[in-house]
């Protein structure tokens, strides 16, 4: 259950992109750059095969990952559909989208693999669609059984699969099952091998290949019982015909990227400042792939911006509103074309010259025909300052600390700065800022986490008293993380009070039923409590038959087992908070290793390695060790943060174990929300090359985990 540095990538499926103008509505305030053009980007998930169930769309979309390349390189990089904008300025040029999405796993029943490429260019002033039409990327396989097979051949088994694994079709398993294999990139065969009992009781066996199979394509392995005819091969009475056929798309999901909200002239992050009587007409824009079905405005402070309503819809409402509304200040254009549609939100100059000093936050919130829903505020700020606010993202707010953000308006400010306090208390407390340009950006520190603040810029002579908040990250406890718990449900010991609130697991299910446990409670070597969890690695069968089972220790379930592999899910759900490090205590005691099988990188007769690794990620991971692809990686496109630990000697001592800590290094998060900070990974093993069954009888304490802000 160790770590292998194994890339597993996952991908997207279907892609519509077209360089796309703006429509005639909102063509004199469409701000494209000298030589650019707009790429609109259209899912679409060809999930439903020929005689097959359909795949859950809403996964496929969590999980898909875009590309969007260019001679120089990788441009956009987009995690689940939800995060695509629905337009994207491109300079004019050659461009190539990618698009993956599913698992790409050796062999599986149920796991399938999408992935297109498709090269498109972009020209000024031209609209040019594009369709990335990615089918399953799967070799797929099937077995059907005339019924006069079942006449003549008892308990048959159909084996199917290629260098790196195979599948079992059973007698009794339902027609409609299917075997799903990402062939290696120098094999293009399947093998296949029926086993069984015929009616005299003797064993049948008969093997083929299939050569030159071909992604997308079916082959169907047809069983039937001829009578009165012999295989002179010893094939008995059963001949086989191979059927190939390229999989046929029955439905076509189509899948959109949210409506795009933004300023027309001005950033929307930032928002509107400006002194009493001086501001603009100003407007927001919204795009979106097919048409706007709502669009949702909510004003704080509707009265004080002589608004009739708090809340309103500008595409459900009638006329008798909308002149109101126009009356108030607030009007909106909207119009469709070629499958797009945009509105604009017009704010007239003489409803923003009225607003007397303040803060005045409107939420707009758009929904397409998709139903897919996209939310912006909009902070007007009115004041005499010399500062305001700029908007903080969500990367800079931390559970103890985080960054604020302003903006100089007037060259006369001097020592600008802030003040912040916990929202609903009275008492503030001030900070001096460092200044760049125009912006200028504070980092307070020694928050409390899970906690609501208020703040405002300030400068020497100004406090400007427009507010913002933020709220902290909670803090995340591990479960049972000194290991005091511990139940043996059945045969099996686990880190748990009782088998239904498991955090952790450990490879116990399987060394189990040969009546040895790799990871036990301690109470003899431990920092604080009754026990410390033991690691414990060793050969675990009858005499020669058998495996080395490391000792192992995992956040996850252990799901069970593939033969003498294991099958598991590493990764629990998470709260989307970013801890600094994981600390705990530890105490190692190596020994020589013993067992070394392909791919280690310990041989026989070297020192064994433990390792100590955490990771967040965006999903949790479906292992099984016998399909070395499976194996968790550092480096896949679903790990957001790793750390990792790994012992070479001796670490600590029985009398005393020995404080470790693991440093979290995170990668760009700008493509990502907190949202998808959704799973923990967190795993233990005295031997680090335990995947690959090598290793020798060392034994890993460990006790007191701890995740430290």
Request: proline content about 3%; aromatic content about 10%; charged content about 20%.
């Amino acid at each position: 259950m160790t770590r292998n540095k194994i890339n597993h990538t996952c991908a997207l499926l279907m892609i519509g992109a077209a360089a796309a103008g703006v429509l005639s509505s909102c063509q004199s305030d469409d701000t494209l750059g000298e030589g650019e053009g707009r790429l609109q980007l259209r899912m679409e998930v060809n999930a439903t095969l020929t005689r097959s169930t359909p795949d859950n769309v809403q996964e496929l979309r969590d999980g898909c990952t875009v590309y969007l390349s260019s001679s120089k390189g990788l441009i956009y990089k987009f995690n689940g559909v939800d995060n695509v904008p629905a337009t994207i300025p491109l300079k004019s040029g050659h461009y190539v989208a990618e698009a993956w999405t599913g698992d790409s796993v050796s062999a599986s029943f149920d796991k399938k693999f999408y992935r297109g490429y498709e090269p498109f260019d972009i020209q000024k002033g031209e609209t040019t669609p594009v369709t990335v039409d990615c089918h399953i990327a799967n070799v797929v396989a099937a077995v059907s059984s005339d019924e006069s097979v079942a006449g003549v051949l008892r308990d048959y088994t159909v084996t199917v699969g290629h260098t790196r694994a195979s599948l079992e079709f059973t007698s009794d398993m339902d027609a409609s099952v299917r075997g799903y294999f990402m062939m290696p990139d120098d094999d293009t065969e399947l093998t296949w091998t029926i086993e069984g009992t015929d009616l005299s009781g003797s064993s049948f066996r008969k093997e083929g290949v299939i050569t030159g199979v071909e992604r997308a394509h079916e082959y169907t392995i047809n069983l039937k019982h001829t009578q009165g005819e012999t295989d002179p091969f010893g094939g008995g009475l059963i001949t086989v015909t191979i059927d190939d056929h390229c999989l046929v798309v029955e439905d076509v999901v189509t899948i959109t990227g949210a409506p795009s909200i933004t300023g027309v002239g001005f950033d929307l992050n930032a928002g509107l400042a400006g002194e009493p009587g001086k501001f603009e007409r100003r407007s927001l824009y919204v795009e979106a792939i097919g048409s706007i079905t709502s669009m949702k405005v909510h004003a704080d402070n509707a009265a004080a911006m002589g608004l009739p309503a708090s809340d309103f819809d500008f595409i459900t409402m009638d006329d008798a509103q909308r002149a109101q509304m126009a009356l108030a200040g607030l009007s909106c254009e909207y119009a469709e074309a070629e499958g797009r549609a945009s509105a604009r939100l017009f704010m007239e100059a003489a409803m923003l010259n009225a607003l007397p000093e303040g803060a005045y936050p409107v939420t707009l919130t758009a929904v397409d025909s998709q139903g897919k829903r996209r939310e912006r505020t909009l902070l007007i700020q009115v004041t005499n300052s010399d500062v305001k606010l700029t908007a903080t993202p969500w990367q800079e707010i931390y559970a103890t600390r985080a960054t604020l953000h302003g903006e100089i308006t007037k060259e006369s400010a001097q020592s600008p700065g802030f003040r912040y306090r916990v929202s609903g208390t009275s008492d503030w407390t001030e900070v001096t800022a460092v200044a760049s340009g125009s912006g200028f950006s504070a980092t307070i520190t020694g928050l409390l986490p899970g906690t609501t603040y208020e703040y405002q810029a300030k400068s020497a002579m100004h406090v400007n008293t427009s507010s913002m908040e933020f709220t902290t990250e909670s803090i995340f406890t591990l479960p049972n993380a000194g290991f005091e718990e511990w139940c043996t449900p059945g045969k099996v010991l686990l880190p748990a009070a009782d088998a239904s609130s498991l955090w952790w697991d450990s490879g116990n299910h399987g060394s189990s039923s040969m009546g040895k446990q790799v990871t036990t409670n301690n109470s003899t070597v431990k920092h604080s409590g009754n026990y410390s969890a033991l690691l414990k690695s060793q050969f675990v069968g009858l005499g020669s038959i058998g495996k080395f089972a490391a000792g192992n220790l995992f956040a996850g379930t252990f799901d069970g087992l593939n033969g003498l592999n294991g099958k598991l899910t590493f990764g629990r759900p998470f709260n989307g908070s970013r801890p600094a490090r994981l600390t705990g205590y530890a105490y190692y005691k190596p020994a020589v290793v013993e067992y070394s099988e392909s791919g280690s990188a310990l041989a026989k007769g070297d020192m064994d390695q433990g390792i100590i690794y955490v990771a967040l990620t965006t999903r949790s991971v479906s292992i099984d060790t016998s399909d070395k692809n499976t194996l968790f990686s550092p480096t896949a496109d679903y790990v957001v943060a790793y750390g990792e630990m790994v012992f070479t000697e001796e670490y600590g001592s029985a009398s005393g174990m020995r404080k470790f800590e693991i440093e979290l290094k995170y990668n760009d998060l700008s493509a990502l929300s907190r949202a998808q900070l959704s799973t923990l990974v967190l795993t233990a093993s005295a031997s680090r090359y335990g995947d690959y069954f090598s290793g020798g009888k060392s034994e890993l304490y460990i006790d007191d985990l701890e995740l430290e802000y």
